[in-house]
């Protein structure tokens, strides 16, 4: 899911978000705002990894066979004992 992110943003681009990170969120709040994001990043992991489980179990669901269709002469015989 990350793969993109990670294949597609260089070294430079990573130092440079990390410093633009510190300048915004400080220093002493750097801990807590890296937990904070990872906290939401591991949420949506889960849930797309459960919404993946879901949506697998629903494929691998056994349907239950339809009934059999009686064939057409089946049929006539019912409605011929049906009118006498």
Same mark, same amino acid.
Request: aromatic share 4%; with cysteine.
């Given at each position: 899911?990350? @793969?993109?992110?990670?294949?597609?943003?260089?070294?430079?681009?990573?130092? &440079? /978000? @990390?410093?633009?990170?510190?300048? &915004? +969120?400080?220093?002493?709040? /750097?801990? =807590?705002?890296?937990?904070?994001?990872?906290?939401?990043?591991?949420?949506? =992991?889960?849930?797309?990894? +459960?919404? !993946?489980?879901?949506?697998?179990? !629903?494929?691998?669901?056994? &349907?239950?066979?339809?009934?059999? &269709? @009686?064939?057409?002469?089946?049929?006539?015989?019912?409605? /011929?004992?049906?009118?006498?």
């Amino acid at each position: 899911m990350f @793969a993109f992110v990670f294949d597609s943003v260089g070294g430079g681009e990573w130092i &440079v /978000l @990390a410093a633009v990170v510190l300048i &915004v +969120a400080g220093p002493q709040n /750097l801990p =807590k705002t890296a937990r904070k994001i990872g906290n939401i990043i591991g949420t949506i =992991k889960r849930t797309c990894n +459960a919404l !993946m489980q879901e949506i697998l179990a !629903m494929d691998e669901e056994e &349907v239950p066979p339809p009934p059999p &269709v @009686a064939s057409a002469r089946e049929q006539e015989d019912t409605t /011929l004992h049906d009118r006498t």
